[in-house]
C-alpha cells in the first residue's frame, strides 16, 4: 500500500545533528499525524494537524519540529536529540470531518541515535 | 482513567481456536470504532471498523456494545499469521474527528 509514504525507512543519526523525516500521503485526507513509538510500548501522539494547521502538540519537547506546508505532506525537523529519542517514527493520515473514517499509517522511520 | 483498556496479554492458543479480545472506552460520546493488526516493528494497518451492528470479515468478527462501552474481537480458526497485537482505536467523531485514543494492545501468539 502507497497511501501514506515515510522517508527514510530507517535513520542512524548522532546526537548533535540534524535530520528531517518526510511525510507524503496520495490519500486526499486532510488531517496528519505523528505518533512515536519505542520498543514493545503502546503508541504515543506527538503531534496533529488539521487542514494544515497544528490543532495538537502532546507536550512534545522542542528538539522535535513539526511542519505541514499542505495536507499532503509533514515533516519532523530532528536536532540535537537524545538516546532515548530513538524509537519507530509513524506518520498517520485520515479524512476530517467525515465519520468513520480510519486513520492509515506509513510504514515508519526507524530512529537511532548514537 | 485511560481513554482505552485492553488486556495486554499475551494469548497464547493453538491454531484452529477461537480467540476473543475485549476493549473499553471511557466516553460515552466516542463515535467510531476500529481494531487494528500491528506486526513486531511495522506499522498498525486496520483491520476492520466496527459497527453497531456488529459486523464480520470472513475469521474476524467484531462488535459493539454501546450500553456496557466495549468493542470486542472474535477470531475464528486462528491461523499461524494471525500473531500479532491487535490494537483497539476509539474516535471521538463529531467536532473531534482527528482525535483517536489507541490501546495498549493485546499481544496474540498462535502455536501450532
Known amino acids: 500500500e502507497t497511501g501514506v509514504t515515510q522517508t527514510p525507512r530507517h535513520l542512524v543519526m548522532g546526537m548533535t545533528n540534524k535530520k528531517s523525516l518526510k511525510c507524503e500521503q496520495h490519500?486526499?485526507?486532510?488531517?496528519m499525524y505523528w505518533y512515536k513509538q519505542s520498543a514493545k510500548k503502546p503508541l504515543e501522539l506527538m503531534f496533529v494537524?488539521?487542514?494544515?494547521?497544528?490543532?495538537e502538540n502532546n507536550s512534545v519537547p522542542s528538539r522535535f519540529s513539526p511542519e505541514c506546508p499542505n495536507s499532503s505532506h509533514l515533516f519532523l525537523h530532528l536536532h540535537t536529540l537524545q538516546p532515548e529519542d530513538s524509537a519507530l517514527y509513524l506518520c498517520?493520515?485520515?479524512?476530517?470531518?467525515?465519520?468513520?473514517?480510519?486513520?492509515?499509517f506509513g510504514d515508519g522511520t526507524r530512529l537511532s541515535i548514537l | 482513567r485511560k481513554e482505552v483498556e485492553q488486556d495486554p496479554g499475551p494469548f497464547n492458543v493453538p491454531e484452529g481456536a477461537t480467540v476473543a479480545f475485549n476493549c473499553t472506552y471511557s466516553?460515552?460520546?466516542?463515535?467510531?470504532f476500529f481494531w487494528y493488526r500491528q506486526d513486531c516493528r511495522k506499522e498498525p494497518k486496520l483491520l476492520m471498523s466496527?459497527?453497531?451492528s456488529g459486523n464480520e470479515d470472513g475469521r474476524f468478527t467484531a462488535q459493539l456494545n454501546r450500553a456496557s462501552q466495549y468493542i470486542s474481537l472474535l477470531i475464528r480458526d486462528s491461523k499461524l499469521s494471525d500473531s500479532a497485537t491487535y490494537l483497539c482505536?476509539?474516535?471521538?467523531?463529531?467536532?473531534?474527528?482527528?482525535?483517536?485514543?489507541f490501546g495498549s494492545g493485546t499481544k496474540l501468539n498462535v502455536k501450532p
Open positions: 498517520a493520515s485520515s479524512r476530517d470531518r467525515e465519520a468513520r473514517q480510519p486513520q492509515h
Open positions: 490519500l486526499g485526507h486532510n488531517a
Open positions: 494537524y488539521n487542514f494544515k494547521e497544528q490543532t
Open positions: 466516553n460515552s460520546a466516542s463515535q467510531s
Open positions: 466496527v459497527y453497531s
Open positions: 482505536v476509539v474516535n471521538m467523531g463529531i467536532d473531534n474527528f482527528n482525535k483517536f485514543y
